[in-house]
């Protein structure tokens, strides 16, 4: 699907370079540390991501997202972040799905990206990094999601103007 215009941004495909500055893109890679395990029945792709879980009482957590697809076309709306960890979304179904990333730090709409991950790709977003919430396209997606839970606010949330929102393309 192509939109054109005023205010667009295209999506672009994930890959773990382009992600670098933003987090980690969780799947299947070679190229990382991987070594057989269970008696050489499964292969361990190791340390594909980091949590990060700051503050009092603070300890990782496992959840599922469910997802609904926002109606088309898709508009960056709002932005968060987590200042006290890192938050990962694994999907669990076969749907591709959009991130909408911007750097640490002020929120500076100019600097956001989008990305099409695909089913086979999750992402590990690190400690504040800005990211929109989790993109379902075509159907509700569900979605593994590894955080934080402790003690402090985890969650800063900017809503974006009417002036300023982005409409994606992909």
Known sequence: MSVVEANTIDAKP???????????????????????????FTTRYHRIGNVDCRGDNASGIISIFRSTPLSLPIKIGMMERHPQGSQAFIPMGNEPYLVVVAPKGELDMSKVQ???????QGVNYHTGTWHHFCLALNNVSDFVVVDR???????????????????INF
Do not use: S, Y
Request: charged share 25%; aromatic share 8%.
């Open 114 to 120: 989008v990305f099409l991950a695909q089913a086979n």
């Open 14 to 40: 994930l890959t773990a370079a382009a992600f670098k500055e933003f987090g980690d893109v969780i799947e299947v890679n070679d190229e990382g540390v991987n070594f057989p395990i269970n008696q050489g």
């Open 149 to 167: 839970t402790g003690d402090g606010d985890n969650c800063d949330e900017i809503l974006i103007e009417a002036d300023e929102q982005m409409t």
